[in-house]
């Protein structure tokens, strides 16, 4: 399997004035990540300290910059040197980086933050912008979270699609960095080295974040971009099993989205039904796997058609795609697609143990959980508005929609290629230097 080619990078007056840049080596120290918590105390205690002072700055901030149009040049030091000093933190706490992060938010850590310089701002987005900052902040909530556990909210997605779990949702008190730092730290300790799965997801979210802070004090105008293609993510280091394919053209029918979750009621009745069966088939997949070492042809047809009807549905309910989806969970027939190799060879092991082994994968898949359901809703009032998605919402849904079918074809025995949280499909690279071998530049 080749990997397709990554999007065109955007021209410099597309790209977000606030960008994340990513020089980390992945290897980490066991003694500091053993006692990560208590190493940063002392950052806690300053970071506290940092963000009140902040937020009254930032209340004189909002008056010069809505009277001048364009904050101080003091004042823009100071608030992009606490975006810094965020990041670095944050970045240190969720093991996305590796060296003791200094206090003052200067440059040069391995997960670094470049800011625009003082400009002029628009008075208009000065004087609302805390109310315009509202669904930047929530997403945010959801991908990072606070430190302390505050300002957590219930959140559904798209495994309710998946698991029948209508109603349900996941408590995301943490974000989603947290509940990646949290595994990453086992690993870390057992391999001396992140993941870059995890690390690539952890800087996604802290870009996120700066751009949502950036925004609130005044360092720039530009709104957070939630698409997940920056920075760059490494990709996977073997082919992925499962991918996800986007023709979506973005533009949504007004009549559809208003009445999407009606228009969702048919394919509810038809996939609890097709969940029960669905069931029968695993536990019928699993005896046949563990015994022949592979999931016979039909059991692995039938299964997949399940796994891509999900990822149709959840497109479909969140406003990720717009047409109505068929009730087959046909290949190549939405505009969200899965790609899904055929049967292979397993490891009985990982066959035996399959359920516990899916279980870091789950935790991350709730969590993400969370972003989907924030694009739908976003998306939901962008889309009647302007009858078009943001590219940013879209391409977030997608990549939660991939993550999530890597973990179902994973727990439901389509392959034993273990799901990749980094959101490597949207990443944005600089086209390779002419003259260089495809073999050195996959290397």
Same mark, same amino acid.
């Given at each position: 399997?080749?990997?397709?080619?990554?999007?065109?990078?955007?021209? !410099?007056?597309?790209?977000?004035?606030?960008?994340?840049? #990513?020089?980390?080596?992945?290897?980490?120290?066991?003694?500091?990540? +053993? +006692? %990560?918590?208590?190493?940063?105390?002392?950052?806690?205690?300053? +970071?506290?300290?940092?963000?009140?002072?902040?937020?009254?700055?930032? =209340?004189?901030?909002?008056?010069?910059?809505?009277?001048?149009? %364009?904050?101080?040049?003091?004042?823009?030091?100071?608030?992009?040197? $606490?975006?810094?000093?965020?990041?670095?933190? $944050?970045?240190?706490? &969720?093991?996305?980086?590796?060296?003791?992060?200094?206090?003052?938010?200067? *440059?040069?850590? !391995? =997960?670094? /933050?470049?800011?625009?310089?003082?400009?002029?701002?628009?008075?208009?987005?000065?004087?609302?912008?805390?109310?315009?900052?509202?669904?930047?902040?929530?997403?945010?909530? #959801?991908?990072?979270?606070?430190?302390?556990?505050?300002? @957590?909210?219930?959140?559904?997605?798209?495994?309710? /699609?998946?698991?029948?779990?209508?109603?349900?949702?996941?408590?995301?008190?943490? @974000?989603?960095?947290?509940? #990646?730092? +949290?595994?990453?730290?086992?690993? &870390?300790?057992? *391999?001396?080295?992140?993941?870059?799965?995890?690390?690539?997801?952890?800087?996604?979210?802290?870009?996120?974040?700066?751009?949502?802070?950036?925004?609130?004090?005044?360092?720039?105008?530009?709104?957070?971009?939630?698409? !997940?293609?920056?920075?760059?993510?490494?990709?996977?280091?073997?082919?992925?099993?499962?991918?996800?394919?986007?023709?979506?053209?973005?533009?949504?029918?007004?009549?559809?989205?208003?009445?999407r979750l009606l228009l969702f009621l048919p394919h509810l009745v038809w996939f609890l039904l097709w969940s029960i069966a669905l069931v029968v088939a695993v536990i019928v997949a699993w005896f046949a796997t563990l015994i022949v070492g592979r999931l016979p042809d039909a059991l692995h047809r039938f299964i997949a058609a399940y796994v891509r009807y999900a990822a149709h549905l959840s497109a479909f309910l969140f406003i990720i795609a717009n047409p109505f989806p068929g009730f087959t969970g046909a290949p190549g027939i939405y505009p969200i697609d899965v790609e899904i190799d055929p049967p292979e060879r397993q490891s009985r092991w990982k066959t035996l143990f399959r359920l516990f082994l899916a279980i870091p994968a789950i935790i991350v898949s709730s969590a993400l959980s969370g972003a989907i359901f924030i694009a739908g809703v976003f998306g939901w009032f962008v889309s009647l508005a302007l009858g078009r998605m943001p590219q940013g919402l879209r391409n977030l849904g997608a990549f939660e929609i991939r993550y999530s079918s890597q973990l179902y074809a994973y727990l439901y025995l389509l392959t034993d290629r273990y799901p990749y949280s980094g959101p490597w499909e949207f990443a944005r690279r600089e086209p390779e230097p002419l003259g260089t071998e495809p073999e050195a530049a996959a290397a």
């Amino acid at each position: 399997m080749e990997y397709e080619a990554p999007p065109s990078p955007p021209s !410099p007056a597309d790209l977000h004035p606030v960008r994340v840049v #990513v020089e980390d080596d992945l290897h980490r120290s066991r003694l500091t990540v +053993f +006692f %990560r918590l208590l190493l940063a105390i002392p950052h806690f205690i300053w +970071f506290v300290l940092w963000s009140v002072f902040a937020f009254l700055i930032s =209340i004189v901030n909002w008056f010069i910059t809505l009277i001048r149009g %364009r904050s101080v040049e003091s004042l823009h030091d100071f608030f992009s040197a $606490y975006v810094r000093y965020a990041t670095h933190l $944050y970045a240190y706490l &969720c093991l996305a980086a590796n060296p003791y992060p200094g206090f003052t938010g200067k *440059r040069g850590y !391995p =997960i670094d /933050v470049e800011l625009p310089p003082l400009e002029p701002q628009s008075r208009w987005k000065t004087a609302f912008r805390l109310i315009l900052a509202l669904p930047a902040l929530i997403l945010t909530n #959801v991908l990072v979270g606070t430190p302390g556990g505050g300002g @957590g909210g219930r959140t559904s997605g798209s495994e309710g /699609v998946e698991q029948g779990d209508w109603g349900g949702g996941a408590y995301t008190t943490f @974000g989603v960095i947290f509940g #990646v730092a +949290f595994l990453a730290w086992f690993v &870390c300790l057992v *391999r001396g080295r992140m993941p870059s799965g995890f690390r690539d997801l952890v800087a996604y979210a802290l870009r996120y974040n700066a751009q949502t802070l950036a925004y609130l004090l005044f360092v720039t105008d530009r709104y957070p971009n939630s698409d !997940p293609g920056e920075p760059p993510a490494v990709p996977p280091p073997a082919s992925p099993a499962v991918r996800v394919s986007v023709t979506d053209d973005l533009r949504r029918s007004r009549l559809t989205v208003f009445f999407r979750l009606l228009l969702f009621l048919p394919h509810l009745v038809w996939f609890l039904l097709w969940s029960i069966a669905l069931v029968v088939a695993v536990i019928v997949a699993w005896f046949a796997t563990l015994i022949v070492g592979r999931l016979p042809d039909a059991l692995h047809r039938f299964i997949a058609a399940y796994v891509r009807y999900a990822a149709h549905l959840s497109a479909f309910l969140f406003i990720i795609a717009n047409p109505f989806p068929g009730f087959t969970g046909a290949p190549g027939i939405y505009p969200i697609d899965v790609e899904i190799d055929p049967p292979e060879r397993q490891s009985r092991w990982k066959t035996l143990f399959r359920l516990f082994l899916a279980i870091p994968a789950i935790i991350v898949s709730s969590a993400l959980s969370g972003a989907i359901f924030i694009a739908g809703v976003f998306g939901w009032f962008v889309s009647l508005a302007l009858g078009r998605m943001p590219q940013g919402l879209r391409n977030l849904g997608a990549f939660e929609i991939r993550y999530s079918s890597q973990l179902y074809a994973y727990l439901y025995l389509l392959t034993d290629r273990y799901p990749y949280s980094g959101p490597w499909e949207f990443a944005r690279r600089e086209p390779e230097p002419l003259g260089t071998e495809p073999e050195a530049a996959a290397a």
